[in-house]
């Protein structure tokens, strides 16, 4: 539910390309912590390494948005 919340959101605010993807990214890791705090299921390591991943790329798209990272060519 947050993570139909949070697209919404975006979705006024921000570009469609950008929206989606973080969005979808981020609705793996909502699912993660909300069967961790209603059922108390402990994330294995290979899931919590996957949900460090998503954060990290999420949080380059962000950066690359915002003009925080710039393009090299080599």
Known sequence: ???SF???V????ADLSYAV?????LAFIFTVL????A???IPRRNVVVGMGLVAGGVTVMTKA????VRETSM
């Not at 993807?21 to 990214?25: C, G, K, W």
């Open 39 to 41: 059922e108390g299921k």
């Open 1 to 3: 539910m947050s993570g």
């Open 10 to 13: 975006l979705l006024g605010e």
């Open 34 to 37: 909300g069967d961790f705090l």
């Open 21 to 25: 993807p973080v969005t979808n990214s």
């Open 65 to 68: 948005s915002l003009g925080g």
């Open 6 to 8: 949070w697209y919404y």
